[in-house]
């Protein structure tokens, strides 16, 4: 199942015996793990029927035993079940997967890992509860789960202000909503659109000095934009690494050599082919016509070399600020 068909389902009431809540993205399990701490009791009957379990201080069997008690004065009892990905013998629980009762709801929160799909454990969870994966999303992924995060809540975002904050907070999904919680509250119920000066005022990222803006002075050779940029980032070395800024453009450029090899270059054809939001198109048409795909290799290269250089291989150049000035040279030249 999917996590909005399993919330669709909490929503309807309709409950599985067991949630197995595994994977790499914390986001999903705790979402899916705080919905039903919130909403299936009562705040009188969770005083009863609502126990949290933490794997490094307990055990399997502390677990079933749990699970197998039936609810006081209620429907149904709860196990929430944190940091399981501690147990070493979490298969043991398949003895109670195979039989679980319906009176308890058992969640699992497994995180940074997943059980193996071959062994009883899993079919056991499979055939009578929902096990669901929860997995870090592609770079190229995290702009439509903002814009569709922001819908769910009333708001809409502005494309360039939503990418320049994927740049700046990357593909942690828990980390974004709580930003953007926190920016929905400073803006006021009122505005509707989260604009760049919104996040510039609110977050700290500057809307003229970001590896977004930095890419777009590249693509357009904009030598003079570009300088002024790598000289704010020279500044401030902590709040702009190297290392992602060489990452950034290494995405763009990835996406660039693959722009000169589309057979369709229409707006939502090349939209569709390198995952990207429309809007963002003619950057890649403005690249293509400043840089050739023989140019755009070389780049990847440049890239390639610096990246590791920054991170002390084989270079003399011990400033960062100065080894971005100089990679920034040749990309342009």
């Known amino acids: 199942m999917t996590f909005e068909q399993i919330i669709k389902d909490?929503?309807?009431?309709?409950?599985?015996?067991?949630?197995f809540l595994m994977g790499d993205e914390s986001y999903y399990i705790d979402e899916v793990t705080n919905y039903i701490a919130d909403n299936v009791l009562t705040q009188e009957e969770k005083a009863f029927n609502q126990t949290v379990i933490y794997g490094k201080d307990s055990d399997i069997t502390s677990v079933i035993l749990a699970a197998r008690r039936y609810p006081m004065m209620a429907q149904h009892q709860v196990i929430i079940v944190k940091e399981a990905q501690n147990f070493k013998d979490i298969e043991k629980l398949a003895v109670y997967a195979e039989n679980p009762l319906s009176s308890t709801i058992l969640v699992v929160n497994y995180r940074y890992k997943t059980i193996d799909k071959r062994k009883k454990l899993f079919k056991a969870i499979h055939k009578n509860g929902i096990v669901f994966e929860s997995k870090k999303l592609y770079d190229n992924q995290v702009g439509t789960w903002l814009t569709a995060y922001l819908k769910g809540k009333g708001f809409n975002i502005d494309p360039t202000a939503s990418q320049i904050l994927v740049e700046y907070l990357g593909n942690d999904l828990s980390k974004i909503a709580h930003e953007i919680d926190k920016l929905r509250i400073a803006i006021?119920?009122?505005?509707?659109?989260?604009?760049i000066d919104d996040i510039e005022k609110n977050i700290g990222?500057?809307?003229?000095?970001?590896?977004?803006?930095?890419?777009?002075?590249?693509?357009?050779k904009n030598v003079?934009?570009?300088?002024?940029?790598?000289?704010?980032?020279?500044?401030?070395?902590k709040d702009n690494p190297i290392q992602v800024t060489i990452a950034t453009l290494f995405g763009y450029f990835q996406k660039l050599i693959a722009y000169h090899y589309l057979p369709d270059k229409s707006k939502m054809a090349v939209a569709s082919a390198l995952k990207i939001n429309p809007y963002f198109v003619t950057d890649y048409t403005t690249g293509a016509r400043n840089y050739s795909a023989r140019k755009v290799v070389q780049v990847i290269s440049l890239l390639r070399d610096y990246d590791m250089r920054s991170k002390?291989?084989?270079?003399?150049?011990?400033?960062?600020?100065?080894?971005?000035?100089?990679?920034?040279?040749?990309?342009?030249?």
């Open 10 to 19: 909490l929503k309807a009431k309709k409950y599985a015996p067991i949630y």
């Open 188 to 195: 006021g119920a009122d505005k509707k659109t989260i604009t």
């Open 205 to 220: 990222i500057s809307k003229e000095y970001n590896n977004f803006e930095l890419n777009k002075a590249i693509l357009q």
């Open 224 to 237: 003079v934009k570009a300088n002024r940029i790598i000289r704010s980032f020279a500044k401030n070395p």
């Open 312 to 333: 002390g291989y084989n270079s003399n150049v011990s400033d960062n600020g100065e080894l971005l000035k100089e990679l920034i040279f040749k990309i342009m030249h």
